[in-house]
C-alpha cells in the first residue's frame, strides 16, 4: 500500500495485530491501555519497531527510540502515522 494511502485505522489494525502475536494475547488491548500491564519490555517494543519499520518502509532516528514513546497503542500508531507524513 501507497504510504500516503495508511489511515490510522488500517496503522491500528496492523500495530493491533503484532502486539498480540508478541505478546501472544488472545484478547484485544485498547488504545489507551499501557501495554507493560500485558507484558510489553524494552525488548518486546524494540522488536515490534522493527517489525513497523519493515513493514511502514519508515526509520525511526535513535532520540525516538524511547520506551516512554511506545506505553499504548494510540502511541505506537501516532508515531507510525506522524512518519508516514509528506
Known amino acids: 500500500m501507497n504510504r500516503t494511502k495508511w489511515t490510522k485505522e488500517h496503522i ?12 501472544q494475547l488472545e484478547e484485544d488491548v485498547a488504545p489507551d491501555d499501557e501495554l507493560a500491564s500485558y507484558g510489553m519490555d524494552s525488548f518486546t517494543s524494540m522488536s515490534l519497531v522493527v517489525a513497523f519499520e519493515t513493514n511502514f518502509n519508515i526509520v525511526f ?8 514513546n511506545f506505553v499504548t497503542l494510540q502511541d505506537m500508531v501516532e508515531a507510525i502515522y506522524g512518519k508516514l507524513q509528506p
Open 12 to 23: 491500528a489494525g496492523y500495530v493491533l495485530s503484532q502486539i498480540k502475536g508478541q505478546l
Open 61 to 68: 532516528e535513535d532520540e525516538e527510540l524511547l520506551f516512554e
